[in-house]
Structure formats: C-alpha cells, structure tokens
C-alpha cells in the first residue's frame, strides 16, 4: 500500500524558514518523481515543485522559485522541501504527492502558517 507523511510544518514569522519531510513506503521510491502541492483556505489545490525520480530535474511554480527547493533522498524513501523567505501568502497546507501504478496518492498535508 502506497503511504506518504508530510511532517515539519508549523507557524513562522515573515522571512522565515521551515524544512518539510514526507517520508514514502509501499513503492519503489526512486523510480517515481514527487511533487509538492499547497492548498490554501478557500483556494484550490496548486503545485508547488516537482522533482524527477533521479533528483537531477526540479521544476518549481513562479511564486516559489528562488525561495524553495525540492529534494530528495532515495535511500531514505524520503522527499524534501526547504521553503525560505517565507510570506504570508504561503500560508497553506502543503502536501506530497505521486503518481504510481497503484495511482495518485496524497499526504494527510502539514499546515504551514506565516503570522507575525
């Protein structure tokens, strides 16, 4: 069974850092690219950043590029996203997610707040 957890979430003030984790088990981790979603209350659902299965191609929205950075760890079944400089607006739930044979499986989501 596919399983993904997203941890490190929390509340930071502007301009601040946070590293979120989502550690994978149930398929062949580095064969998969990964991607990192956000969905902020009352928006839908956007993506934030995928990475390939090797780690060497990244691709990241308009709004976060320069500011996040997606990584991965294949011996640790484990994908990554460092998130600095961080705004308000990137307040959200933010989610891991991929695409494998058993089909499109998501995280529960670890809530990132950015308040003063």
């Known amino acids: 069974q596919v399983q993904l957890a997203e941890s490190g979430g929390g509340v930071v003030q502007p301009g601040g850092s946070l590293r979120l984790s989502c550690a994978a088990s149930?398929?062949?981790?580095?064969?998969?690219?990964m991607s990192w979603f956000r969905q902020a209350p009352g928006q839908e659902r956007e993506l934030v950043a995928t990475?390939?299965?090797?780690?060497?191609?990244?691709n990241y929205a308009l709004s976060v590029k320069g500011r996040f950075t997606i990584s991965r760890d294949n011996a640790k079944n484990t994908l990554y996203l460092q998130i600095n400089s961080l705004r308000p607006e990137d307040t959200a739930v933010y989610y891991c997610?991929?695409?494998?044979?058993?089909?499109?499986?998501w995280g529960q989501g670890t809530q990132v707040t950015v308040s003063s």
């Open positions: 990475i390939l299965s090797t780690g060497l191609v990244t």
């Open positions: 997610t991929t695409l494998s044979p058993a089909g499109r499986t």
């Open positions: 149930g398929f062949v981790f580095s064969d998969y690219p």
